[in-house]
Each structure stands twice: as structure tokens, then as C-alpha cells.
């Protein structure tokens, strides 16, 4: 038993040295543009040491620089889950994460009107969302313009109808009381 506790030890104490080796391998491979080879090694090291954030947050970096959203999105998100107050890795998931939501809609507006139909729903419910964190001014002044002319022609191509004939309600009739009742004559009562 004694002997398991010791090699766990000695387990222990030799990944911090292989996960230092391996961030090094990262950077080094990173800034000589070896893009695919610094990403093995920050997986290696994110391997070895899983508590660590800063392998997946340069992860995300690179996938970010390379255009590969949704890679930083779950790289960023990794970061978040180990240090969830991780101000960075919080601008790289928003940031790879519209841009993934982009894509997804290029993929819809080339593919057929079943797909647009079917995610409707959930297309509403982000948009809603998007106006609520960005406001009115997030949406274009052209798609604005376009929405406003596709609004007044709806309402043009309708027929008028005539409001229905609604009895108003009818107001209690007014009396007049003199002010002084209400005040009293100032005699005591």
C-alpha cells in the first residue's frame, strides 16, 4: 500500500514538469506560426494538468486567430468552467460564438425554406435576446429601412374596415355640490 501512495506521488510530481514542457513546446511551436503543432502540445499540457486554464484559454486564442469559432467557442467555455470570472475567455466564447451563430445563418439563408421554418422559433427567441443586450441600434439601418416598407405595404395591401359600432360607456351624470358642504359651514358639528 505504502508502495501505491509513492507512485502516485512520484506521478504527481513528474506531470508538473511534463506540463511545463509541454506549455513550452506550445509557445515556442506557436511563435515560429507552427499552428497545428502548438495546438497538440496546449492539448497535451491541458491534458496533464485538466485544472489549468491557461493551455485551453491559448487554445481558444488560436483557434480564434484562425477562424476556427467553433473550436475557441468550446475552448473558451472549457477556460470558463475552470475560472468562470475569466474576463478574457469570456470575450473569446461571445465573440467566437456570434460568430458561429453567423455561420448558421449563411447555412440557412443557402439552404431550403423548411430549414428557416423549422428554426423560426429559436431564431426569435435570439434576436429578442440580441435587441435586449444590444438595443434597437444593433440592427442595421438598411434592414431597419426594409422592415418598415415590408410593415407599410401589409398595411396597405388590406382592406379598410370601419371600426365596429361600440356603444361608449356611459359616465354617471355630474352634480353639482357646493364646495362648502364638503368643508362645512364652520359651525361645529
Not at 7 to 34: F, M, N, R
Not at 85 to 105: I, K, M, N, P, T
Not at 140 to 168: M, W, Y
Request: proline fraction near 6%; aromatic fraction near 4%; hydrophobic fraction near 40%.
Amino acid at each position: 500500500m505504502l508502495t501505491a501512495a509513492l507512485g502516485g506521488c512520484a506521478t504527481l510530481a513528474s506531470s508538473v514538469p511534463d506540463y511545463e514542457k509541454s506549455l513550452a513546446i506550445a509557445e515556442a511551436a506557436s511563435q515560429a506560426g507552427e499552428t497545428e503543432s502548438a495546438l497538440a502540445a496546449y492539448r497535451q499540457a491541458g491534458a496533464e494538468e485538466p485544472t489549468r486554464t491557461q493551455p485551453w484559454r491559448q487554445i481558444a486564442r488560436l483557434q480564434a486567430e484562425h477562424g476556427q469559432w467553433a473550436q475557441a467557442f468550446a475552448a473558451a467555455q472549457r477556460v470558463l468552467q475552470l475560472e468562470p470570472g475569466d474576463a478574457e475567455a469570456g470575450e473569446l466564447l461571445v465573440h467566437s460564438g456570434l460568430q458561429v451563430a453567423g455561420q448558421s445563418l449563411q447555412h440557412l439563408q443557402e439552404g431550403d425554406a423548411g430549414q428557416v421554418e423549422m428554426n423560426r422559433e429559436q431564431a426569435e427567441v435570439l434576436l429578442a435576446r440580441m435587441v435586449a443586450v444590444f438595443g434597437v441600434e444593433a440592427i442595421p439601418e438598411e434592414v431597419l429601412e426594409d422592415f418598415g416598407k415590408t410593415v407599410i405595404e401589409k398595411c396597405r395591401s388590406r382592406p379598410f374596415r370601419a371600426p365596429h359600432n361600440r356603444q361608449t360607456p356611459k359616465t354617471p351624470e355630474k352634480t353639482t355640490a357646493d364646495p362648502f358642504d364638503v368643508l362645512g359651514d364652520g359651525r361645529p358639528g
